[in-house]
């Protein structure tokens, strides 16, 4: 049995309401600090739009590994210290039944 689960969509209705800009693929917009348009909230993870280092353009890949790193940039910047998220090419691998899958993906929809 083989399952693919397709279609993640970022849950952003209470950022809708918070007042931080929502970007053209559905995410919370924000800079390469994790910041988004207001100067006292940041935000990480699956609800991000995020750039995508091959095309430069916006994306929004929900990827636990690069959640992670945002998280560490936005408490870095938090904290006073100086950190960039650079941006993500949406690679992710995974362990099947002993065979280590793995994927950088590109779709046309970009």
């Known amino acids: ?12 209705s209470l950022a809708k309401t918070a007042g931080p800009g929502i970007g053209e693929r559905g995410g919370i917009r924000v800079d390469d600090q994790m ?3 207001d100067p006292h909230i940041w935000a990480v993870g ?3 739009e995020i750039h995508d280092m091959i095309t430069g353009q916006p994306t929004v890949i929900p990827l636990a590994g690069p959640a992670n790193r945002q998280d560490r940039v936005a408490a870095d910047v938090i904290n006073g210290r100086p ?5 993500i090419q949406g690679t992710a691998e995974c362990g099947v039944f002993g065979l280590p899958p793995g994927r950088t993906i590109l779709s046309r929809q970009v």
């Open 1 to 12: 049995m083989v399952i693919l689960a397709i279609g993640v969509r970022p849950e952003t």
């Open 35 to 37: 910041r988004t348009n």
């Open 46 to 48: 699956d609800a991000v």
């Open 83 to 87: 950190k960039r998220f650079r941006g």
